[in-house]
Nanobody
Framework: QVQLVESGGGLVQPGGSLRLSCAFS????????AAWFRQTPGKQRDLVAQ???????HYDDSVKGRFAISRDDAKNTVYLQMNSLKPEDTAVYYC?????????WGQGTQVTVAS
């Protein structure tokens, strides 16, 4: 059973930073892609950042230059470094992994940006 466990969410002031972590229970090498999505109440879950096993990165335009996704293969962990946070970044952030035809999700972690 593959599990993705997120951590690192919380309350931060506008302009602040947070780093989210997602620990994969299996080898991260077996995943074609790892990503972070976010969702606010009543809205769909949107892709924030993605990294593929081939080292290709993708970012939503709203976070380019502020967020950075990275992976530590030795720790089977994916990170999302979030800088210059804005109130509109407030959401539940979900870790995602794709392996073969299967999609795996974490339980979500709340990020709130407010003064």
């Amino acid at each position: 059973q593959v599990q993705l466990v997120e951590s690192g969410g919380g309350l931060v002031q506008p302009g602040g930073s947070l780093r989210l972590s997602c620990a994969f229970s299996g080898s991260i090498f077996s995943f074609h892609a790892a990503a972070w999505f976010r969702q606010t109440p009543g809205k769909q879950r949107d892709l924030v950042a993605q990294v593929t096993s081939g080292g290709t990165f993708h970012y939503d335009d709203s976070v380019k230059g502020r967020f950075a996704i990275s992976r530590d293969d030795a720790k089977n962990t994916v990170y999302l470094q979030m800088n210059s946070l804005k109130p509109e970044d407030t959401a539940v952030y979900y870790c995602y992994g794709k392996r073969d035809s299967w999609d795996y999700w974490g339980q979500g972690t709340q990020v709130t940006v407010a003064s």
